[in-house]
């Protein structure tokens, strides 16, 4: 079995900053990406970064220059660093991993519990 533990989040005022880090643990194998979505109320699910093995990223059009995705790989862990808040950036976030089991073949994707996020104006 594997988990996600997610930590951080909270509240920020507008221009401030936030860390989130979510922790895998269990029976893991290997980890191909670490990443972080987000859920507006009201709207859908989306991508705010990811990061695959090797380091290459990708991030929402969004929060490009402002949020930065990090991962250590000793640790299996992966942090966003949230810089420049905004009101819009509200939302619960999720840590999503594909992970590959012990004794397992194929990848799959695990979800964190989701934090929240509030930024005031």
């Known amino acids: 079995q594997v988990q996600l533990v997610e930590s951080g989040g909270g509240l920020a005022q507008a221009g401030g900053s936030l860390r989130l880090s979510c922790a895998a643990s269990g029976s893991i194998s290997s980890i191909n990406s670490m990443g972080w979505y987000r859920q507006a109320p009201g709207k859908q699910r989306e991508l705010v970064a990811v990061?695959?093995?090797?380091?290459?990223?990708n991030y929402a059009d969004s929060v490009k220059g402002r949020f930065t995705i990090s991962r250590d790989y000793a640790k299996d862990t992966v942090s966003l660093q949230m810089n420049s808040l905004q009101p819009e950036d509200t939302a619960v976030y999720y840590c999503?991993?594909?992970?590959?089991?012990?004794?397992?073949?194929?990848?799959?994707?695990?979800w964190g519990q989701g934090t929240q996020v509030t930024v005031s104006s």
């Open positions: 990061i695959i093995s090797g380091g290459n990223t």
């Open positions: 999503n991993c594909n992970i590959r089991e012990r004794m397992r073949a194929t990848y799959r994707a695990y």
